[in-house]
């Protein structure tokens, strides 16, 4: 059975860090793309951050490029999202999702997470 299990959201001021860690579990974790993608009350998914499992390529989303750094684990099968200088708009629930290709070509997820909730308030 496949699941991925996301982790460490919560509340931090503007400014302040996280890191989200995303287990997988029941697929080959190696030779697939894992993103990072949020959705904000109101708003469409937006994808943030991606990494191919050998965890040579990444790409971010311009809005987080820079703060944002995306890792993967394969002995571990875990894929992390360490979050630095966070603002009021990257509150937001952060999922993590399996695709067979990475965001420059047509993404279609095929497992997604339950959901990690980041909240950056005062």
């Known amino acids: 059975q496949v699941q991925l299990v996301e982790s460490g959201g919560g509340v931090v001021q503007p400014g302040g860090s996280l890191r989200l860690s995303c287990v997988v579990f029941?697929?080959?974790?190696?030779?697939?793309?894992m993103f990072w993608v949020r959705q904000a009350p109101g708003k469409g998914p937006e994808w943030v951050s991606a990494?191919?499992?050998?965890?040579?390529?990444?790409y971010y989303a311009e809005s987080v490029n820079g703060r944002f750094t995306i890792s993967a684990d394969n002995a571990k099968n875990t894929v992390y999202l360490h979050m630095d200088s966070l603002k009021s708009e990257d509150t937001a629930v952060y999922y993590c999702?399996?695709?067979?290709?990475?965001?420059?070509?047509?993404?279609?997820?095929?497992?997604w997470g339950q959901g990690t909730q980041v909240t950056v308030s005062s």
């Open positions: 990494v191919n499992t050998g965890g040579e390529v990444t």
């Open positions: 999702a399996k695709s067979n290709n990475p965001p420059t070509r047509h993404v279609e997820y095929d497992y």
């Open positions: 029941g697929f080959d974790f190696s030779n697939y793309w």
